[in-house]
Protein backbone atom coordinates (compact mmCIF):
# COMPACT_ATOMS: atom_id res chain seq x y z
CA UNK A 1 0.00 0.00 0.00
CA UNK A 2 0.54 3.75 -0.06
CA UNK A 3 2.24 3.68 -3.69
CA UNK A 4 2.85 7.56 -5.06
CA UNK A 5 3.70 7.80 -8.69
CA UNK A 6 4.92 10.61 -10.93
CA UNK A 7 5.32 11.12 -14.44
CA UNK A 8 7.36 11.38 -16.47
CA UNK A 9 10.32 10.06 -14.08
CA UNK A 10 12.81 12.12 -16.61
CA UNK A 11 12.17 15.06 -18.85
CA UNK A 12 14.73 17.56 -21.30
CA UNK A 13 13.00 20.41 -22.63
CA UNK A 14 14.74 24.23 -23.86
CA UNK A 15 14.61 27.24 -22.49
CA UNK A 16 11.45 29.19 -22.14
CA UNK A 17 8.96 25.87 -22.58
CA UNK A 18 6.74 24.70 -19.53
CA UNK A 19 7.07 21.56 -18.09
CA UNK A 20 3.74 19.75 -16.93
CA UNK A 21 4.68 17.03 -14.02
CA UNK A 22 1.99 14.64 -12.17
CA UNK A 23 2.03 13.05 -8.88
CA UNK A 24 -0.67 10.53 -8.23
CA UNK A 25 -1.83 8.60 -4.80
CA UNK A 26 -2.19 5.43 -6.27
CA UNK A 27 -4.09 3.32 -3.45
CA UNK A 28 -4.93 6.12 -1.08
CA UNK A 29 -6.85 9.09 -1.01
CA UNK A 30 -4.63 12.47 -0.30
CA UNK A 31 -5.80 15.36 0.64
CA UNK A 32 -2.35 16.81 1.07
CA UNK A 33 0.50 16.55 -1.29
CA UNK A 34 3.69 18.57 -1.11
CA UNK A 35 6.33 19.20 -3.82
CA UNK A 36 10.25 19.34 -3.00
CA UNK A 37 13.02 19.79 -5.13
CA UNK A 38 16.18 18.52 -4.46
CA UNK A 39 19.74 19.98 -5.63
CA UNK A 40 22.70 17.26 -6.12
CA UNK A 41 23.66 16.11 -2.77
CA UNK A 42 21.63 18.35 -1.35
CA UNK A 43 18.41 17.56 1.36
CA UNK A 44 14.72 17.79 0.49
CA UNK A 45 13.39 21.63 -0.32
CA UNK A 46 9.86 22.25 0.43
CA UNK A 47 8.44 24.00 -2.40
CA UNK A 48 4.64 24.08 -1.74
CA UNK A 49 2.03 22.44 -0.05
CA UNK A 50 -1.17 21.20 -2.00
CA UNK A 51 -4.63 20.88 -0.56
CA UNK A 52 -6.83 19.23 -2.53
CA UNK A 53 -9.70 21.47 -3.95
CA UNK A 54 -7.93 24.67 -2.21
CA UNK A 55 -5.02 26.77 -3.50
CA UNK A 56 -1.35 25.35 -2.63
CA UNK A 57 0.92 27.13 0.22
CA UNK A 58 4.30 28.10 -0.91
CA UNK A 59 7.57 28.56 0.86
CA UNK A 60 9.24 31.71 1.20
CA UNK A 61 11.30 32.20 -2.14
CA UNK A 62 9.54 29.92 -4.55
CA UNK A 63 7.18 31.92 -6.68
CA UNK A 64 3.72 30.80 -7.04
CA UNK A 65 3.56 32.53 -10.79
CA UNK A 66 6.67 30.14 -12.22
CA UNK A 67 5.14 26.51 -10.15
CA UNK A 68 1.94 26.98 -11.07
CA UNK A 69 0.15 23.66 -8.59
CA UNK A 70 -3.19 22.08 -9.30
CA UNK A 71 -4.62 19.50 -6.74
CA UNK A 72 -7.79 18.78 -8.73
CA UNK A 73 -8.43 15.43 -7.02
CA UNK A 74 -7.72 13.11 -3.94
CA UNK A 75 -5.51 11.34 -5.94
CA UNK A 76 -3.40 13.77 -8.51
CA UNK A 77 -1.48 16.90 -8.14
CA UNK A 78 0.00 18.74 -10.80
CA UNK A 79 3.26 20.94 -10.92
CA UNK A 80 3.97 22.91 -13.97
CA UNK A 81 7.07 24.58 -14.42
CA UNK A 82 6.55 27.65 -16.40
CA UNK A 83 8.98 29.22 -18.86
CA UNK A 84 11.17 26.74 -17.50
CA UNK A 85 15.72 28.43 -17.45
CA UNK A 86 18.32 26.10 -16.99
CA UNK A 87 18.52 26.88 -12.95
CA UNK A 88 15.19 25.20 -12.94
CA UNK A 89 17.22 22.18 -13.70
CA UNK A 90 16.90 19.62 -10.94
CA UNK A 91 15.09 16.47 -9.02
CA UNK A 92 11.48 16.90 -8.12
CA UNK A 93 9.69 14.94 -5.79
CA UNK A 94 6.29 14.60 -4.55
CA UNK A 95 4.52 13.29 -1.60
CA UNK A 96 1.30 12.26 -0.74
CA UNK A 97 -0.45 12.42 2.92
CA UNK A 98 -3.33 9.89 2.96
CA UNK A 99 -6.43 11.47 4.02
CA UNK A 100 -7.20 11.09 7.57
CA UNK A 101 -3.89 8.80 8.08
CA UNK A 102 -0.94 9.45 9.92
CA UNK A 103 1.56 12.09 9.30
CA UNK A 104 3.73 9.80 7.23
CA UNK A 105 4.12 11.20 4.08
CA UNK A 106 5.01 8.23 1.12
CA UNK A 107 7.25 9.73 -1.86
CA UNK A 108 6.81 9.54 -5.66
CA UNK A 109 10.11 8.09 -7.36
CA UNK A 110 10.87 11.85 -8.77
CA UNK A 111 11.11 13.33 -11.74
CA UNK A 112 14.77 14.72 -13.36
CA UNK A 113 14.05 17.89 -15.53
CA UNK A 114 16.50 19.03 -17.75
CA UNK A 115 16.48 22.22 -19.55
CA UNK A 116 18.69 22.95 -21.80
CA UNK B 1 11.47 27.91 13.68
CA UNK B 2 12.80 24.30 13.33
CA UNK B 3 16.63 23.09 13.07
CA UNK B 4 17.86 19.34 12.44
CA UNK B 5 21.35 18.28 12.90
CA UNK B 6 23.00 14.99 11.78
CA UNK B 7 26.17 14.04 10.31
CA UNK B 8 27.01 14.35 7.04
CA UNK B 9 29.00 11.40 6.35
CA UNK B 10 29.77 7.52 8.10
CA UNK B 11 31.05 4.88 6.93
CA UNK B 12 30.77 1.53 8.31
CA UNK B 13 32.04 -1.99 7.71
CA UNK B 14 29.68 -4.82 6.06
CA UNK B 15 27.89 -6.26 9.31
CA UNK B 16 28.86 -4.52 11.68
CA UNK B 17 26.15 -2.32 13.52
CA UNK B 18 25.96 1.87 12.92
CA UNK B 19 23.95 4.75 14.88
CA UNK B 20 23.04 7.87 13.02
CA UNK B 21 22.17 10.42 15.12
CA UNK B 22 20.04 13.44 14.83
CA UNK B 23 19.28 16.22 17.16
CA UNK B 24 16.01 18.77 16.54
CA UNK B 25 14.94 21.68 17.79
CA UNK B 26 11.02 22.41 17.34
CA UNK B 27 7.75 23.85 18.43
CA UNK B 28 4.88 22.02 18.56
CA UNK B 29 6.45 18.52 18.16
CA UNK B 30 4.82 16.01 16.44
CA UNK B 31 7.01 13.12 15.31
CA UNK B 32 10.18 12.18 13.88
CA UNK B 33 10.60 10.24 10.78
CA UNK B 34 13.86 8.21 9.01
CA UNK B 35 13.73 7.99 5.56
CA UNK B 36 16.41 6.28 3.53
CA UNK B 37 17.86 7.59 -0.31
CA UNK B 38 19.93 5.96 -2.44
CA UNK B 39 21.78 8.24 -5.12
CA UNK B 40 19.48 9.04 -8.10
CA UNK B 41 16.02 7.95 -5.91
CA UNK B 42 13.02 9.40 -3.96
CA UNK B 43 13.38 8.44 -0.02
CA UNK B 44 11.75 5.87 0.99
CA UNK B 45 9.96 5.80 4.53
CA UNK B 46 12.12 3.65 7.35
CA UNK B 47 10.63 4.74 10.73
CA UNK B 48 8.22 7.61 12.40
CA UNK B 49 8.40 7.82 16.53
CA UNK B 50 6.05 9.99 18.09
CA UNK B 51 6.75 8.75 21.98
CA UNK B 52 9.69 8.35 23.52
CA UNK B 53 11.65 4.62 23.10
CA UNK B 54 12.99 3.01 20.77
CA UNK B 55 11.07 1.51 17.83
CA UNK B 56 12.48 -1.71 16.00
CA UNK B 57 12.05 -2.97 12.43
CA UNK B 58 13.70 -5.66 11.31
CA UNK B 59 17.82 -4.76 11.14
CA UNK B 60 16.68 -1.24 11.65
CA UNK B 61 15.60 0.55 15.00
CA UNK B 62 15.27 4.31 15.86
CA UNK B 63 15.04 5.35 19.15
CA UNK B 64 13.29 9.02 20.69
CA UNK B 65 13.63 11.15 23.55
CA UNK B 66 11.12 14.55 23.01
CA UNK B 67 12.79 15.49 26.42
CA UNK B 68 16.74 15.78 24.56
CA UNK B 69 15.23 16.45 21.37
CA UNK B 70 17.47 13.94 19.86
CA UNK B 71 16.70 10.14 18.26
CA UNK B 72 19.03 8.02 16.52
CA UNK B 73 18.83 5.27 13.56
CA UNK B 74 20.73 2.34 14.44
CA UNK B 75 21.10 -0.16 11.40
CA UNK B 76 22.85 -4.00 12.36
CA UNK B 77 24.55 -6.32 10.30
CA UNK B 78 24.99 -3.81 7.63
CA UNK B 79 24.82 -5.13 4.02
CA UNK B 80 26.50 -3.06 1.10
CA UNK B 81 22.81 -1.88 -0.21
CA UNK B 82 22.47 0.25 2.82
CA UNK B 83 25.19 2.69 1.51
CA UNK B 84 22.44 5.95 1.22
CA UNK B 85 21.60 8.81 2.54
CA UNK B 86 19.56 8.69 5.91
CA UNK B 87 17.18 11.55 6.58
CA UNK B 88 15.98 12.93 9.73
CA UNK B 89 13.18 14.77 9.70
CA UNK B 90 10.29 16.45 11.95
CA UNK B 91 6.82 17.08 12.02
CA UNK B 92 5.27 19.81 13.53
CA UNK B 93 1.97 20.24 14.91
CA UNK B 94 1.67 23.85 13.95
CA UNK B 95 1.95 23.66 10.20
CA UNK B 96 1.49 20.31 7.76
CA UNK B 97 4.81 20.57 7.15
CA UNK B 98 7.66 17.86 7.82
CA UNK B 99 10.88 19.66 7.71
CA UNK B 100 14.29 17.52 6.92
CA UNK B 101 17.24 17.79 7.93
CA UNK B 102 20.63 18.30 5.27
CA UNK B 103 20.71 13.37 5.34
CA UNK B 104 24.12 11.11 6.46
CA UNK B 105 25.63 9.68 3.88
CA UNK B 106 26.88 5.99 4.85
CA UNK B 107 29.37 4.21 3.11
CA UNK B 108 29.65 0.84 3.81
CA UNK B 109 32.97 -0.92 3.25
CA UNK B 110 33.51 -4.31 2.00
Not at chain 1, 40 to 63: H, R, W
Not at chain 2, 43 to 69: I, M, Q
Request: charged share 20%; with cysteine; net charge neutral.
Amino acid sequence: GAVVSQHPSWVICKSGTSVKIECRSLDFQATTMFWYRQFPKQSLMLMATSNEGSKATYEQGVEKDKFLINHASLTLSTLTVTSAHPEDSSFYICSAREAGGADTQYFGPGTRLTVL
Amino acid sequence: GQNIDQPTEMTATEGAIVQINCTYQTSGFNGLFWYQQHAGEAPTFLSYNVLDGLEEKGRFSSFLSRSKGYSYLLLKELQMKDSASYLCAVSSNRDDKIIFGKGTRLHILP
